[in-house]
């Protein structure tokens, strides 16, 4: 049986039928390989439903995050020990921690089309915000449909401009990951900030923003009604549900880093674009002129990276740009508070994965400028940062994302 049906018979159950006993007693290790030997043996873990790893196998040195069912826990402990493998115990109780989830789902309900970020929004309030920042500032935002998603919810983009002539568009994605609740955050913020605060202004006088604030807003409420650890979007496969958009994109389409088998989570789906999401993102980017910027919200992890990803040491012309650019927007954010990214391709500080978005924005789509941050983690799965943590992420992150936009906004004169 692969993990991830094991995991959606588990998850029903738990919503199914109590919330009392399905992760009882699992834990979550944080385990660091010193050798590539022992990596490989991480890797044939990866193959055993009993193990559900959280963070893919890294390079040495970088720790490895795996859910480990009761009843391979002491084994999989002494073989640790018996290895000398560096480890520790992460999460004691993992039913523990989906309990004191349940009060991030806040049972307070926003005025339709108003923003908070003490909290995270169901999809409809998304949605409902989209709305409301066009209808009050008519001049400056506009929403369009780029089409629906597999259960059919709209996808919907905002566009933000002086309109004062066109200019180069930053195009800014989020959400792809379901369960990585920070990504759609920052993107309402940054749609906050650049219409509802009006010292913002400037930063539209050389560019056109794009936000797409949700990328698979079923994935999204998947996470709000039924697993808040969904990653992938919710099309149904023959056993098991869900592609990983990240991995479905036409760009050296399954080369690396991306299974072919449905129930995993980097199950990169029956055909490059088999996903109407990666559809919709892909054509909307086709049919925008003049794109000259793209970035890519996920988390978790304080990386902040640059293409390509479908294979090791492949890199762009411009990668020293991206690179420098990378570091001005980590000073800028690092000022704020001292957050500090890692910088660099995406295979040189976390690992090959193809049919990412980002590579074929760069790729695919010709865009010169593109990056991707993993936002930082918190909570007790990394992914759920708590809604305390969430203005304090997006008001520094906004900081690197202006120094980004300026630099594109700079470049295109
Ligand atoms: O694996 C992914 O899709 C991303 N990491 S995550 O933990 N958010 O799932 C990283 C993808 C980064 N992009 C590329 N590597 N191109
Ligand atoms: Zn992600």
């Not at 066109?166 to 379901?178: S, T, W």
Request: charged share 25%; net charge negative; hydrophobic share 40%.
């Amino acid at each position: 049986m692969k993990k991830m049906f094991l995991k959606s018979i588990i998850i029903f159950v738990l919503v199914g039928v109590s919330a009392g006993s399905s992760y009882e007693g699992y834990k979550v290790y944080k385990v660091t390989a010193k050798t590539e030997a022992e990596n490989d043996f991480l890797r044939e873990l990866e193959l055993n439903p009993e193990f559900d790893f959280w963070s893919k196998v890294n390079k040495i040195g970088k720790p490895v995050t795996i859910m480990a069912s009761t009843s391979v826990q002491s084994e999989f402990e002494q073989s640790l020990l018996r290895n000398e493998i560096d480890y520790s115990v992460e999460i004691q109780n993992v039913q523990k921690t989906i309990d004191l989830e349940s009060e991030y789902h806040r049972s307070r309900s926003l005025p339709i089309g108003r923003i908070a970020f003490d909290q995270y929004l169901r999809y409809g309030e998304i949605t409902a915000y989209l709305a409301q920042v066009a209808a009050d500032n008519p001049r400056l935002a506009t929403v369009s449909t780029i089409g629906e998603s597999y259960e059919n919810r709209t996808m919907n983009i905002i566009q933000i401009s002086d309109g004062n002539g066109r200019k180069p568009v930053l195009f800014i994605e989020a959400g792809m990951h379901a369960r990585e609740w920070i990504s759609p955050a920052l993107a309402l913020y940054i749609i906050n900030q650049l219409v509802e605060n009006e010292s913002n202004r400037a930063l539209l006088a050389d560019l056109d923003w794009i936000i797409l604030p949700s990328m698979n807003p079923d994935g999204y409420e998947y996470t709000w009604t039924t697993n808040r650890m969904w990653r992938k979007t919710r099309s149904p496969g023959s056993e098991c549900w869900g592609t990983d958009g990240n991995r479905n994109f036409g760009f050296h389409w399954m080369e690396n880093g991306a299974s072919d088998q449905e129930c995993e989570e980097i199950y990169a789906g029956k055909s490059a674009f088999s996903e109407v999401e990666a559809r919709n993102l892909r054509d909307i980017l086709n049919a925008t002129e003049n794109v000259l910027g793209f970035i890519s919200l996920h988390s978790y992890g304080q990386l902040l990276f640059y293409p390509y990803s479908y294979e090791v040491g492949a890199v762009p012309d411009n990668w020293k740009e991206l690179d420098e650019l990378a570091h001005k927007a980590n000073d800028a954010i690092a000022a704020v508070d001292g957050t500090e990214y890692t910088i660099g391709s995406s295979t040189e500080i976390l690992y090959p994965a193809a049919g990412c978005s980002d590579d074929w924005a760069m790729g695919g789509a010709g865009i010169d400028m593109v990056l991707t941050f993993e936002l930082p983690g918190g909570g007790p799965n990394g992914f759920d940062l708590p809604p305390e943590r969430i203005l304090p992420v997006v008001t520094e992150t906004w900081e690197g994302i202006k120094v980004i936009a300026d630099y594109v906004a700079q470049k295109a004169k």
